[in-house]
T-cell receptor
Framework: QQKVQQSPESLIVPEGGMASLNCTSS?????YFWWYRQHSGKSPKMLM?????GEKEEGRFTVHLNKASLHTSLHIRDSQPSDSALYLC?????????FGDGTQLVVKP | DAGVTQTPRHEVAEKGQTIILKCEPV?????LFWYRQTKIQGLELLSY????????DGGAFKDRFKAEMLNSSFSTLKIQPTEPKDSAVYLC???????????FGHGTKLSVL
């Protein structure tokens, strides 16, 4: 069932730095991608979505999508300690929604 | 804030017991998902309903896991019989449709002794 792969497993960045997270699907039926953020002890909450090729920016967060390679990436600039969380990539094949194992991000003050 | 409501928040069961987890989706949402989350396996899809119809029955989870949605505002996940390896957080999520964001409940933390 592992249709979504994320890298790296964990990432440590200094406060104010740039964090870059990757996600690829092995299922050619996938056509929608989301990024969710899950703080420790909480449930996941959607951060950003991307359905078309290209780039989308919201504040300090930017997502890229290459539909040909089924690869999406999330970039967080000016990282803050409050960004420390598990970042989950999700993909939909227009029926089910699958999640990757996540990237654990730690932003050190 | 009428989000997704899950009960109970915590459940402790003895091996072999039957437990039932409950979920109330966001009012008006058509899609409902059950996931299991562990540190080792991450988020695993257990069941998926669209407009109360079962679309995904969990594959490897079929034998002891049964999700039902008798009406559009209530779903249950039954685990029978429970095993220690079922210890995990069970998350329920809902959305308008599968191309929209998921809203998650707080989850039920299950411990099987």
């Amino acid at each position: 069932q592992q249709k979504v792969q994320q890298s790296p497993e964990s990432l440590i960045v200094p406060e104010g730095g740039m964090a870059s997270l990757n996600c690829t699907s092995s299922d050619r039926n996938v056509d929608y991608f989301w990024w969710y953020r899950q703080h420790s002890g909480k449930s996941p909450k959607m951060l950003m979505s991307i359905f078309s090729n290209g780039e989308k920016e919201e504040g300090r967060f930017t997502v890229h999508l290459n539909k040909a390679s089924l690869h999406t990436s999330l970039h967080i600039r000016d990282s803050q300690p409050s960004d420390s969380a598990l970042y989950l990539c999700a993909a939909s094949d227009n029926n089910r929604i699958f999640f990757g194992d996540g990237t654990q991000l730690v932003v050190k003050p | 804030d009428a989000g997704v409501t899950q009960t109970p928040r915590h459940e402790v069961a003895e091996k072999g017991q039957t437990i039932i987890l409950k979920c109330e989706p966001v009012s008006g949402h058509n899609d409902l998902f059950w996931y299991r989350q562990t540190k080792i396996q991450g988020l695993e899809l257990l069941s998926y309903f669209r407009s109360k119809s079962l679309m995904e029955d969990g594959g490897a989870f079929k034998d002891r896991f049964k999700a039902e949605m008798l009406n559009s505002s209530f779903s249950t996940l039954k685990i029978q019989p429970t095993e220690p390896k079922d210890s995990a957080v069970y998350l329920c999520a809902s959305s308008w449709d599968n191309n929209e964001r998921l809203f998650f409940g707080h989850g039920t933390k299950l411990s099987v002794l």
